[in-house]
């Protein structure tokens, strides 16, 4: 997910205002699902990284609510939601969002010890399959917290 491709080609474009109103859009459409809806988590992640693309006003309150959804385990995500998944856009909206140190090492930490099972390289999910979509995804949010120098 990253930013969402369109938000962010139209920042990079330079059309801001069309910029938000994508957000707003993303923003409006979270609306629609409770915080118990499967990958409620996912969305939210989503809708941080599109409001940080654009440096959106209500960053701070949807970076808030992201935070306060962590597992005790740093992960993300409801049981058997596809935490290894959530908990990657997860970690990768905290760093499009700054801030929030602690919360991200406990996330990145998680996708760290999931990593590896049965001598195979990868990420085993909550529902005892290895998706490599979310593979990616989880190798993409840990080299965002990595140290520059590396």
Request: aromatic content about 8%.
């Amino acid at each position: 997910m990253g930013c969402p491709p369109f938000v962010t080609a139209e920042v990079r474009a330079g059309n801001t205002a069309l910029a938000q109103a994508l957000v707003d859009a993303i923003v409006a459409d979270t609306a629609n699902y409770a915080s118990t809806t499967a990958n409620y988590d996912l969305g939210l992640a989503g809708k941080v990284i599109a409001a940080a693309a654009v440096n959106d006003s209500n960053l701070s309150t949807y970076v808030a609510e992201l935070v306060s959804r962590q597992n005790g385990d740093g992960s993300f995500g409801l049981a058997g939601d596809g935490q290894v998944q959530i908990t990657s856009y997860a970690l990768k909206a905290l760093v499009a969002a700054g801030g929030n140190l602690s919360v991200r090492d406990s996330a990145a930490m998680y996708l760290g010890l999931k990593f590896g099972y049965s001598g195979i390289d990868g990420w085993m999910d909550t529902d005892g399959v290895e998706y490599a979509e979310a593979d990616s995804e989880a190798a993409h949010a840990l080299f965002s917290v990595l140290p520059a120098s590396i």
